[in-house]
């Protein structure tokens, strides 16, 4: 049976094999030291069962050097080898590369979506994206962190054998050279509410040349998809991750109300607030401190609130 998610079985970080080593090497020794306490205990279990051994022919063996050097020796090993194996995977993972050779990525982790932003290209333009798109063979650093207001979640990587936790108001890192083209989940592997089984992204690794391509221009989408003309306002809907949350084009509940005809039950005062200070004023049946407070200047309000009312 295939894992569910995609490239799982690709090892498709440089790094990937070395974790999956330390892994299997630890399951299999993990077994033995096992099956070495318990075998023995279910053999003497059945050989002195009462009903096979009289009390007068039990004998109290007190010493035995062999067995004892064996028992202490053997254990000692095998966790020589885990440490070794464990800390040099670990290395690989945890040292990073230069920043002066590798792509820098600012990930952003909230409730309940990922944002990825890349340092401005030549021209100065930023590209911001849900999924993230890097070329093969190339060192990939990921500064990442979470909102002062929201809670940990963990940016896991099934197919790198990588995973890292993002921490509100901290900025921790992580790094990947993938050596496999293809398109691999990203998933958040801490409980982070209500929605954190939706809270999915993608890595699309690709060729070099495609991705410079891309990076030196002004394209607001990844490789190869159309751009689809937006709103200012439909652009902070989705950067913000608002349809995590909400419906805007159904009456359907996800985590908060849904938005759609919001315009006709309140005014443009209302939607600001409920912008700027969520818990000022709690929809009936919804409970405060679930959406996080947003911090925008008064125009990106406004088209936001436009966008949310007019669907435009």
Known sequence: MSNSLQGFDARAATFAADVEQAFWLNFWISIILFASVVVPMLYFA?????????NEDVENITHNTALEIAWTLIPTA????LFYYGYTSMQALRTMPAESESIIVHVQGKKWSWKHTYEPNQSGFVHKSKELYVPKDTNIILKMTAPLNDVIHSYFVPAFRMKEDVVPGRVTKQWFNSNVLGTYDVECAEYC???HSDMYSKIHVIPKAEYNAWFEGNSKVGPGEKEVAKSKGQELYDDNGCSGCHSIDSDAILVGPALKGIGAKHDAQ????AILNPDKDVPEGFYPGVMPPFAMPDADVAALVDYITTGK
Do not use: C, E, F
Not at 78 to 81: S, T
Not at 270 to 273: G, P
């Open 270 to 273: 209302y939607l600001k607030d």
């Open 46 to 54: 059945w050989k002195y069962n009462a009903n096979k051994v009289k």
């Open 78 to 81: 095998m966790l020589m080898v």
């Open 193 to 195: 509410g209500t929605r």
